[in-house]
C-alpha cells in the first residue's frame, strides 16, 4: 500500500499483517507515516495505491469500521459536551442502543467527571476520555495513536494494565503507536517500526531482540554459576555475561536456583528496544 | 444507519443551546417581541382597532422565513451544524462509527426539523400577537376570509425548502472550504443577491424559464400561488398555474442538488487533516 499527499509519499509500498489478538505496536519518528497508517485503516483517507484489508473487509464498510474503536492524535471533543453525553452521543453515531458509559468511564478513571464539560479536562483527562470513546461499541480492533500522551506516571501504569487486560481478558486486538519505546517493550507483543512512510522492521519483539540483549547474572560464586552454565556465559565484572531469550529466562533461572546457585541479581542489559529502534532507523527523527 | 446518525446529531443539538436559540428561535422571538410592541403601540395611540385576519396573519408569519434578513439566522445555524466538525476537529471522532453519507444526511435531518419547527412558532407567533391584540384592544379579530389551510400547508412546505436550499448552499461550501465563515458569508451574498436581481430584473415579466432557476424566485412563486396574491400589480398569480408547478419542481431540484453534492463532497473528502 502506498499513501501519496501531493509529492509527499507519506507511505512507500508497505507491506505487513497484524495478527488478530495481541498488543501490535507501530513506531516510528514524527511523520514517519504512523497516523497516515491508522488513518487509512479507519477510512478517513484513502490508499493512493495498492490496497489494505482490515478484519477481512475493505476499511471502508461500515460494518467493519462499527468494529474499530479508535483514538487518532490528540483527541477533540464537542465542547458543549460533558464526558457522559459525549460518550452517550458517540455510542448512539455507532448505533448502541445501551452503552456502558459508566463501566468504560470507570475503567480509565473518570467517574469523578462524568458530568464535567470536556472543554475543562485536562491533556490527561481528555486522554483518557478518547480511550473510553474508542471503547464504548466495544470494539474488536483498537486502534490507539499515543494513548499515553500527556499523562502522568501513575496514569501511564492504569493504561498498560488497561490495556493488557483489554488484549488478555476481552480478546481485544489492540494497535498502538508511542514514542515510549520502553511502554511499547512492556506493553506489546510485536511491531512494526516504519521509517520515512517505509517498514524497516516488523515481528514479535522478543524475536527481533533476540541475541540484542544479554542477561546479567549475579551470585554468590561467579565460578559455580559459570560452571553451572556451562560455557553459555562470560564474566564481567564480578557477574556473569550471557545470551538468552526472554522466554527462555524463567526456566533458567528456576534451574540455577534448583542445582543450587544462590542468585543475587538478574538483569537485562544493553540492547532493548530503543536501541534496535535507533539502530534501525538510523537515528531518525524527522521522517 | 442513518436513523443512528439523526439519533447522535439529535442529541448534540439539543445540547447546543445557543445553535438552537440563535438559529431557530431567535427569528420567532424576535418576530413576537416585535409584534407585540408595534399592538402595544396601536392599541395605546390609535384607540381604533385594526381588524386582523387570522388565517392570513398565521400565513404571513410563516411566510417571514422569505426574508433575506432572517435567512442569515438560520444559514448560521446551518454553518454551525455542517462546519462544526472542522472547527473542533471531531470528525475523525465520528467518522469512523457510521457511513459518511449518513453523516451528512442526519445533519440535514436535524437541520429541517429545526426550520420546520421555526416555521411552526413563526406561526405561533402570529396567534399569540392576535390574541394579545384583541386583549389589550388593538385587534379586531375576523375569521379567515377564503381557504386557510391550504396557503398556510403550502407557505410552510414553500418556507421549508427554501430554507433547506439555503442549507444545502452553506453545507456544500463548509464541507468544500472547511469553514463556517466562509459557508455563512456566502449564503449572504447568495441570499442578498437573489433579492437584489429580483428587484432589477422584474422576474414576473420575464420569459419563466430563466428565472425560476433562482430558489429565491421560485419561493416567491409558490407563495404567490398558494396564497393567491398577486405575483406583481396586476399579475395574477393564478395565471401562471404551470409556472408554480416548474417553480416547486426548481426548489425541489436545488435541494436534492445541493444535499447530493454535500453528501458526494464529503464521500470523496479525505479527513487527513480538519
Known amino acids: 500500500m502506498t499513501k501519496r499527499f501531493g509529492a509527499v509519499t507519506a507511505l512507500d509500498r508497505l507491506s505487513f499483517s497484524v495478527p488478530e489478538g495481541g498488543v501490535y505496536g507501530i513506531l516510528g519518528a514524527n511523520g514517519a507515516g504512523k497516523s497516515t497508517f491508522f488513518r487509512l485503516c479507519l477510512d478517513l483517507v484513502r490508499p493512493s495505491g495498492g490496497g489494505l484489508s482490515v478484519l477481512g473487509g475493505a476499511p471502508g464498510q461500515v460494518a467493519v469500521r462499527r468494529q474499530i474503536g479508535a483514538m487518532i492524535e490528540t483527541p477533540r471533543y464537542y465542547p458543549t459536551l460533558t464526558a457522559a453525553e459525549t460518550l452517550m452521543m458517540l455510542a448512539r453515531t455507532s448505533g448502541v442502543r445501551a452503552p456502558e ?7 480509565v478513571g473518570l467517574m469523578d467527571a462524568v458530568h464535567r464539560k470536556v472543554r475543562h479536562f485536562s491533556v490527561g483527562m481528555k486522554q483518557r476520555l478518547g480511550i473510553a470513546a474508542a471503547l464504548i461499541a466495544n470494539p474488536r480492533l483498537l486502534i490507539l495513536d499515543e494513548p499515553t500522551s500527556g499523562m502522568d506516571p501513575a496514569g501511564i501504569l492504569e493504561m498498560r494494565t488497561l490495556i493488557r487486560e483489554l488484549a488478555a481478558k476481552d480478546g481485544v486486538t489492540i494497535l498502538l503507536s508511542s514514542h515510549l519505546l520502553d511502554e511499547v517493550q512492556r506493553t506489546c507483543d510485536r511491531v512494526a517500526i516504519f521509517a520515512r512512510g517505509t517498514l524497516v522492521a516488523e515481528g514479535r519483539i522478543d524475536v527481533l531482540l533476540a541475541g540484542q540483549e544479554k542477561l546479567r547474572l549475579l551470585a554468590t560464586s561467579q565460578q559455580a554459576l559459570l560452571a553451572a552454565l556451562g560455557g553459555r556465559g562470560v564474566c564481567d565484572g564480578d557477574g556473569v555475561l550471557m545470551t538468552v531469550s526472554r522466554a527462555e529466562t524463567p526456566s533458567l533461572l528456576r534451574a540455577l536456583v ?26 531518525d527523527h524527522a521522517g | 444507519m442513518l436513523a443512528d446518525a439523526i439519533a447522535a446529531e439529535a442529541f448534540r443539538a439539543r445540547r447546543s443551546g445557543g445553535v438552537l436559540f440563535w438559529g431557530f428561535i431567535a427569528v420567532p422571538f424576535a418576530v413576537l417581541t416585535f409584534n407585540l410592541m408595534l399592538s402595544s403601540w396601536i392599541a395605546l395611540h390609535m384607540r381604533m382597532p385594526v381588524p386582523l385576519d387570522l388565517g392570513r396573519q398565521v400565513v404571513g408569519g410563516v411566510a417571514l422565513t422569505g ?32 457511513s459518511r453519507a449518513s453523516l451528512i444526511l442526519a445533519r440535514f435531518a436535524v437541520y429541517g426539523a429545526g426550520c420546520a419547527g421555526s416555521l411552526v412558532l413563526l406561526g405561533l407567533a402570529a396567534l399569540v400577537q392576535c390574541a394579545y391584540g384583541a386583549l389589550i384592544g388593538s385587534a379586531a379579530l375576523v375569521p379567515p376570509q377564503g381557504p386557510f389551510l391550504l396557503p398556510l400547508i403550502g407557505t410552510f412546505l414553500t418556507g421549508w425548502c427554501e430554507l433547506m436550499v439555503l442549507g444545502g448552499i452553506v453545507a456544500v461550501i463548509a464541507i468544500a472550504f472547511r469553514a463556517a465563515l466562509g459557508a455563512l458569508m456566502t449564503a449572504m451574498v447568495f441570499a442578498v443577491g437573489q433579492w437584489v436581481a429580483m428587484a432589477m430584473v422584474h422576474p414576473w415579466e420575464a420569459p419563466f424559464s430563466w428565472y425560476a432557476a433562482l430558489p429565491r424566485l421560485s419561493a416567491y412563486v409558490l407563495r404567490a400561488f398558494v396564497t393567491g396574491q398577486e405575483l406583481a400589480p396586476g399579475i395574477a398569480a393564478g395565471a401562471g398555474q404551470g409556472q ?10 436545488w435541494m436534492l442538488l445541493l444535499g447530493g453534492c454535500a453528501v458526494g463532497l464529503f464521500q470523496a473528502q479525505e479527513l487527513a487533516r480538519e
Not at chain 1, 542445582?259 to 529502534?277: H, N, Q, S, T, V
Not at chain 2, 408554480?244 to 431540484?253: D, F, P, Q
Open chain 1, 101 to 107: 458509559i459508566g463501566r468504560w468511564l470507570a475503567r
Open chain 1, 258 to 283: 534448583d542445582g543450587g546457585i544462590d542468585l543475587i541479581e538478574a538483569r537485562w542489559m544493553g540492547g532493548g528496544l530503543e536501541k534496535f529502534y535507533l539502530e534501525q532507523t538510523g537515528g
Open chain 2, 67 to 98: 426574508s433575506a434578513f432572517f435567512q442569515v439566522f438560520y444559514a448560521a445555524a446551518a454553518a454551525t451544524m455542517f462546519a462544526a466538525d472542522y472547527r473542533w476537529e471531531t470528525w475523525r471522532l465520528i467518522t469512523p462509527r457510521n
Open chain 2, 244 to 253: 408554480a408547478g416548474v417553480a416547486a419542481l426548481c426548489l425541489v431540484g
